[in-house]
């Protein structure tokens, strides 16, 4: 998924909890849900920093690179403005992008 077109808050945002518990029935359930949905983004997100961060890493031991290492820098400034995964969470979730089942529910039909 791209993360960067998603339409998320950047800020913090007042839920109303009755909005978010509809699907479920159960204020708690939708934290779960929306809970392991952030936990998988972060670590996509966290992946993908890494592997263009090692593009531009160098393996040579020279003080004047390490602080002029400006692509870097730039990459890490616009994974740090992208919402955080929660806030990609419950975006995908109100806009019905997530997929979870209940074991419980289907193995007694």
Known sequence: MDYKKTNAETTTVTR???NLDIKTGNIYETV?????????????????????LNEFASHVD???EIFENREQIE?????ERLPGPAAIAIQEYLENKIYYRKPSV???N
């Open 75 to 79: 990459i890490s400034k616009f994974y």
């Open 106 to 108: 289907e193995n007694n």
């Open 32 to 52: 779960v849900v929306i809970s392991k949905r952030a936990n998988q983004i972060g670590a996509e997100i966290k992946e993908e920093l890494t592997n263009k």
């Open 16 to 18: 109303d909890l009755r």
């Open 62 to 64: 020279n003080l004047e």
